[in-house]
């Protein structure tokens, strides 16, 4: 089965420094990766979907990577303010016609002021 | 636009009862998947459904569990017979189909059975 892990450790980062969080994958590489951010007691947002084609996409303090060598997501928030703490979920879909994601067990992030 | 509904955000079902669930998608989505979150573990895909039909129910627990979208109204996710290991929170997600595979989440319903 496709899996995808995220680090479960939570990332301290200080303000305004730039958080990065990895996202692996096993066997074959999904059609896209989707990013979402999760708060506390809410439902997943949606952030960023990158395809299997396209190594990077950008949406405003937003990065995210896409390396079918390394089998590997990167998510980085720039200029990383307190309101940028959550929980950020990596997700693998594309596997089948029905588009399900497969989720990551998510990183938090907490960013200190 | 509004965004996806699920209603009720929060359920006290005890053993043995049945529990509903309901999700209305983003207008003008016609594809829905719901998902179940335990406590301490990841979103688990559990089924997909599209206006009147189950496409994929292979993350569905084989009884008890069962889900339907029909021509007018929310979908529903329906467990009958709760036991305290269904407590979780239980997504609905809902997608424009047409080759844009972004889902997009309601808020969740929180089951806790007692």
């Known amino acids: 089965s496709q899996k995808i892990e995220q680090n479960s450790e939570a990332l301290n980062i200080q303000e305004g420094k730039t958080a990065t969080l990895t996202c692996n994958y096993t066997?074959?590489?999904?059609?896209?990766l989707q990013w979402y951010r999760q708060d506390p007691g809410r439902g997943p947002v949606f952030l960023l979907l990158?395809?299997?084609?396209?190594k990077e996409k950008r949406k405003e303090r937003l990065k995210v990577t896409f390396d079918t060598t390394l089998k590997q997501s990167l998510f980085h928030i720039t200029a990383s303010q307190p309101a940028d703490s959550a929980t950020y979920l990596c997700?693998?879909?594309?596997?089948?016609?029905?588009?399900?994601?497969?989720f990551g067990g998510g990183t938090r992030l907490m960013v200190k002021p | 636009n509004a965004g996806v509904m699920q209603n009720p955000r929060h359920l006290v079902r005890r053993r043995g009862q049945e529990a509903r669930l309901r999700c209305s998608p983003m207008?003008?989505?016609?594809?829905v998947y719901w998902y179940r979150q335990l406590p301490e573990e990841g979103l688990k895909f559990m089924v997909y459904?599209?206006?009147?039909?189950?496409?994929?129910e292979s993350g569905m627990p084989k009884e008890r569990f069962s889900a339907e979208f029909p021509k007018e109204g929310p979908s529903i996710l329906r467990i009958q017979q709760v036991v305290r290991g269904d407590s979780a929170a239980y997504f609905c997600?809902?997608?424009?189909?047409?080759?844009?595979?972004?889902?997009?989440f309601g808020p969740g319903t929180r089951l806790t059975v007692t």
């Open positions: 997600a809902s997608s424009p189909g047409q080759g844009l595979p972004e889902q997009y």
């Open positions: 066997n074959y590489s999904p059609a896209y």
């Open positions: 990158i395809r299997e084609n396209e």
């Open positions: 997700a693998r879909g594309g596997d089948n016609a029905g588009n399900m994601l497969t």
């Open positions: 207008k003008g989505h016609s594809h």
């Open positions: 459904l599209q206006k009147e039909n189950i496409i994929d």
